[in-house]
């Protein structure tokens, strides 16, 4: 029988070995699973191998590597296969990571409900799409859920659980504690909301960003640096709720001193719902953008970032006392 989260036992299936899927098997290897991986394109699947080994030596040098086992330990965990149903074949858990494409979605989830053993969990890393959008009608649809990572998730713990209407509750239980388990940080939705939690965050905040530099108040350069210099560091570690509750005598007390002043902000300066991005300032914003970043130059940017998310991630896991 497939094994259950916590013994080890058994393997984990990643369906698509695109970036999404590179990282989850990666993640998972690192936490001594055996992992394999499909994809319906032979050659990608030959390029994911090359690519995860060598970002795994490359982990292994910079000291991020995550887990007990050396990189080549965990790289003879990974295995790939050209065929759905060898791939899913002993699994006890799915990850699927196909692209963001609703018809491409139905039919993924559909061929692995034809294979899919009854106590397999199979979840979709998808963004924004939800479960029942996609496994209405199928057979295991109560195994069925969507986990959904954040980029890139080796450096970037949270993992949104969404479970559609017919999810059976323990899977979610399960899978939360898979997550916890192989060291990412998962939360709980109660039921399914376009944007789930993280994306209602980031588009009040892209969408405030926006309103502020089509008004002509400041610089795209100095928006950004509200968040990576202002109120990012405090988000690395505490969130918007806590923050009220540390800012004042605790929560309520927050709420009597700065409620008024917040709502004030907000009538104030907020506009009725547009929001298109719309072209003029999008033309704006990339025009700044591409003294500073430049769209060649966007790759090596994003080797940037992960360089500090990983080192932010040593250092976060440090405090935590965690491995
Ligand atoms: N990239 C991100 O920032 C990000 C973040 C969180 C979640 N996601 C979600 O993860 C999923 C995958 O995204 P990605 O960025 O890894 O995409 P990607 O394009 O990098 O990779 C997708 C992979 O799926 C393969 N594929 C296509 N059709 C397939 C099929 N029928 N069966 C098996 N494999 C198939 C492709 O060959 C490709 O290797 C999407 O749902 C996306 O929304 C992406
Ligand atoms: C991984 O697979 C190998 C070979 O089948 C097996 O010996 C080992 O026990 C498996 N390990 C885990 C963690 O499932
Ligand atoms: C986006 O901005 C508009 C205009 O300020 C506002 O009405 C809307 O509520 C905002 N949405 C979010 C998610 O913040
Ligand atoms: C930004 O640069 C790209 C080329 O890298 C160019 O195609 C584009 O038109 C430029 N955009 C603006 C708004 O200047």
Redesign the pocket.
């Known amino acids: 029988m497939a094994a259950t989260p916590g013994n080890k036992l058994g393997k984990i299936a990643i ?7 590179q990282n989850w098997s990666m993640i998972f290897a690192g936490a001594g699973y055996n992992v394999t991986v ?4 032979p050659d ?1 699947l030959t390029r ?1 191998q090359t690519s995860l080994k060598n970002t795994m030596e490359q982990y292994e040098r910079d000291g991020y590597l995550r887990g007990k086992l050396t990189a080549a330990q965990q790289m003879s965990l990974v295995s790939t296969s050209s065929s ?1 149903s060898e791939c899913l074949k002993d699994s006890f858990y799915v990850q699927e ?4 494409n609703l018809e ?2 139905k ?2 989830f559909a061929e692995m409900d034809a294979v899919a053993s009854e106590d397999m969990i199979l979840a ?6 939800c479960a029942s959008m996609f496994t209405d009608g199928l057979s295991h649809k109560s195994n069925m859920l969507v986990a ?4 890139p ?1 080796y450096f970037i713990p949270l993992v949104e659980l969404v479970p559609a209407p017919w999810t059976n509750q323990d899977v979610v239980t399960k899978v939360r504690a898979l997550m916890e388990e192989v060291g990412q940080s998962p939360i709980t939705l109660r039921r399914e909301s376009l944007g789930f939690a993280l994306n209602r965050i980031q588009y009040a905040a892209i969408n405030e960003s926006w309103n502020m530099y089509q008004s002509g108040l400041l610089s795209a350069e100095d928006i950004d640096r509200v968040c990576h210099n202002g109120l990012g560091l405090r988000y690395a570690f505490i969130g918007p709720l806590e923050t009220m509750h540390l800012n004042a005598n605790g929560i309520t007390d927050y709420c009597d001193r700065y409620a008024e002043g917040a709502y004030n902000v907000q009538k104030e300066t907020f506009k009725p719902v547009p929001v298109m991005y719309d072209v003029a300032t999008a033309q704006k914003v990339q025009e700044e953008f591409n003294q500073t970043i430049p769209l060649d130059k966007l790759a090596e940017r994003r080797s940037w970032r992960d360089k500090r998310l990983a080192e932010l991630s040593k250092l976060k896991k440090t405090l935590d006392g965690e491995k």
Request: proline share 9%; charged share 15%; aromatic share 4%.
């Open positions: 369906v698509g070995s695109g970036l999404i899927g499909f994809d319906v394109d990608q994911a759905l990571c196909v692209p963001e491409l979605k039919k993924v979709s890393s998808s963004s924004c799409l959904h990572p954040i980029n998730p």
